[in-house]
Nanobody, 127 residues
Framework: QVHLVESGGGLVQAGGSLRLSCVVSGRTFANYAMGWFRQAPGKERELVAGISWSGHGTYYADSVKGRFTISRDNAKTTVYLQMNSLKPEDTAVYLC????????????????????WGQGTQVIVSS
């Protein structure tokens, strides 16, 4: 069974930085793309960033391009989201997600389906 555990959220002032981590267990981490989503109150869940299984391909939502960086450490089975120049509109619960076991070795696009989610970590950006 796949488990995803996020950490690193918190309260930060606008312009500040946070680094989120997501530790994955229960699958061959290195074979799968990973994604970071966020969900703000009253809004739909949105894909913020994704990284391919090889780490060479990444995707970013327009709203975070140039400010957020996704990366992975296969030895630690961990995916990271470095968030810089944070804005109040970045306030949300951030969740990491993994695609189905049937979809290894994929690139990353907004259309990639995700099947397994972590519990989320809260990020609050004050103005």
């Amino acid at each position: 069974q796949v488990h995803l555990v996020e950490s690193g959220g918190g309260l930060v002032q606008a312009g500040g930085s946070l680094r989120l981590s997501c530790v994955v267990s229960g699958r061959t981490f290195a074979n799968y793309a990973m994604g970071w989503f966020r969900q703000a109150p009253g809004k739909e869940r949105e894909l913020v960033a994704g990284i391919s299984w090889s780490g060479h391909g990444t995707y970013y939502a327009d709203s975070v391009k140039g400010r957020f960086t996704i990366s992975r450490d296969n030895a630690k089975t961990t995916v990271y989201l470095q968030m810089n120049s944070l804005k109040p509109e970045d306030t949300a619960v951030y969740l990491c997600a993994a695609p189905p076991l049937s979809l290894p070795f994929t690139g990353v696009t907004p259309q990639l389906p995700y099947e397994t989610w972590g519990q989320g970590t809260q990020v609050i950006v004050s103005s």
